[in-house]
């Protein structure tokens, strides 16, 4: 059973936009998951690129800062890529991961998107081309 699933991938020329989705099918409540987004691109080790810091702050890989943004639809259970400003570097399979959060006097956080062995849950990924 998949239980995070992407979708909203596709083939775009540079300088194009797509928004990528991940829908959340699991029975989560209205606890906070840490939700972050991966890609790998041929012949390269998948790589973090947006994730949330905790509840209110977002974090982004400096190759994709500016031009990607993270968000959350906590209601749809629904991540969000938008990804604007496209380049052929950008091409790549996507995944949403999700990771408990880190609790410590008071305090929640997420595991950064590099600590990636921390995100336990993965999607199944959906496809980016961008074409130059």
């Known amino acids: 059973q998949e239980h995070l699933v992407e979708s909203g991938g596709g083939s775009v020329q540079a300088g194009g936009s797509l928004r990528l989705s991940c829908a959340d099918s699991r029975n989560t409540g209205r606890s906070f998951i840490c939700m972050a987004w991966f890609r790998q691109a041929p012949g390269k080790e998948r790589e973090g690129i947006a994730g949330?810091?905790?509840?209110?702050?977002?974090s982004y890989a400096d190759s994709v800062k500016g031009r990607f943004t993270i968000s959350q639809d906590n209601a749809k259970k629904t991540l969000y890529l938008q990804m604007n400003s496209l380049k052929p570097e950008d091409t790549a399979i996507y995944y949403c991961?999700?990771?408990?959060?880190?609790?410590?006097?008071?305090?929640?956080?997420?595991?950064?998107?590099?600590?990636?062995?921390?995100?336990?849950?993965w999607g199944q990924g959906t496809l980016v081309t961008v074409s130059s």
């Open positions: 991961a999700a990771a408990p959060p880190r609790h410590a006097g008071g305090a929640t956080w997420c595991p950064t998107p590099e600590e990636k062995d921390e995100y336990i849950l």
């Open positions: 949330f810091e905790n509840e209110d702050s977002t």
